[in-house]
């Protein structure tokens, strides 16, 4: 059975948050020096975390993202990855991941049947990684997406967030790069999700600015047609290479939007921009019947009206989202805890 919300759209993808804990500090993500942590005791069991998509599925969910925080922390998460890649339902399970662990991480993942993976990468200068992220471990990073295609994933993705003044000079460095390891870069647009407390106009790249620069360096750029209602609008260079563009800031694609999210603690989330959720945890611990929290994850889909990032973009004098002041107080508010 699949349903429809107050916009017609359907629920097709679920993104699992599976911890709220990053090891990188990205100054678009996580720019303070603290953070108020989930409790440890209300972080779902990946066996939780596998009954409530099985409950997804039965609503018309058929793809799953794993994410956080960074999901390689998680202990195990293979073991999730492997209880998950066994549902027939399931056609489509991919992770995203910043690479830190990933070198060790990459075989045991494909061995547990992970199909598909992206790799968080927004620079290729050791110094710049170390300032944008707080941690100098670019070489890991690299040595990660080496040691996932020698796992024998393809079709990698690079996730690239450009910043003015920050890597905006590195989009022709970031699609050869990609170009020599075989993965699809796309280029996302600096959002003023929960977690960017520093996010100012001034610093978004657009979508038009990236492909103007673009231009300028490898000439006409074709769009690719597709109809999906993937995040990503692709392009195509001269030579053949494709690239993507996630232009959630200039060009939100609210309308098309089939994603709902579930935080590691089990709270579900309707929009990147939500800014509250529904507790699954407590009826999922307290033994509420697999009808009961069906229904309430139809009701909460079949209410959902979001458009947040098109509301955001109709707001005059744009700052950062959520203040700092408030995120101190609910960790749900933050990106890192809702998964990217
Ligand atoms: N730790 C993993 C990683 O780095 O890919 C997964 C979680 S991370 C929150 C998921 C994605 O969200 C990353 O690609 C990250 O760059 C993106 N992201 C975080 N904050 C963002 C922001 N303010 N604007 C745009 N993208 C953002």
Redesign the pocket.
């Known amino acids: 059975m699949s349903i429809v919300d107050a916009l017609n759209r359907p629920l097709r993808s679920l993104r699992l948050s599976v911890t709220d804990r990053?090891n990188?500090r990205?100054h678009?993500?996580m720019p303070e020096d603290e953070y108020l942590w989930l409790p440890r005791e209300d972080v779902l069991t990946f066996e939780e975390t596998a009954r409530l998509a099985d409950l997804f599925a039965e609503v018309g969910v058929d793809r799953i993202r794993l994410?956080?925080?960074?999901?390689l922390l998680r202990r195990d998460v293979p073991e999730l990855v492997r209880l998950l890649a066994a549902r027939p339902w399931l056609r489509d399970l991919a992770l995203?991941?910043?690479g830190v662990l990933l070198a060790d991480a990459a075989p045991e993942l494909k061995r547990a049947g992970l199909h598909r993976l992206?790799?968080?990468l927004?620079t290729l200068r050791r110094d710049r990684f170390q300032r944008l992220t707080r941690m100098d471990v670019l070489d890991r990073v690299l040595a990660g997406i080496d040691a996932a295609r020698r796992a024998g994933f393809t079709g990698l993705k690079l996730?690239t967030?450009v910043t003015r003044g920050d890597n905006d000079d590195e989009l022709v460095d970031l699609i050869e790069y990609g170009r020599e390891i075989d993965a699809e870069v796309r280029f996302?647009?600096?959002?003023?999700?929960g977690?960017?407390t520093r996010?100012r106009p001034e610093a978004v790249v657009s979508r038009a600015d990236m492909l103007a620069r673009l231009t300028d360096r490898y000439g006409p750029i074709a769009p690719v047609a597709e109809t999906s209602s993937a995040p990503a609008e692709r392009f195509r260079l001269a030579d053949g290479r494709t690239f993507g563009i996630i232009a959630?800031t200039t060009q939100p694609f609210c309308r098309t939007c089939d994603r709902a999210r579930l935080t590691a603690d089990g709270v579900l989330l309707l929009c990147l921009y939500a800014q509250h959720g529904t507790d699954l945890r407590r009826p999922l611990r307290a033994g509420a019947s697999h009808e009961t929290l069906l229904r309430v994850i139809q009701a909460v889909w079949a209410s959902r009206a979001d458009r947040g990032a098109e509301e955001r973009r109709a707001v005059r004098d744009r700052g950062a989202f959520i203040p700092v002041s408030v995120l101190k107080r609910d960790a749900h508010l933050e990106?890192?805890t809702r998964?990217?």
């Not at 996302?188 to 999700?193: L, P």
Request: proline share 3%; net charge negative.
């Open positions: 990053c990188l990205c678009y993500c994410t956080g925080g960074e999901p995203t991941t910043n992206t790799v968080s927004d996730d967030v996302i647009e600096y959002m003023d999700v977690g960017a996010w959630s990106m890192h998964g990217g």
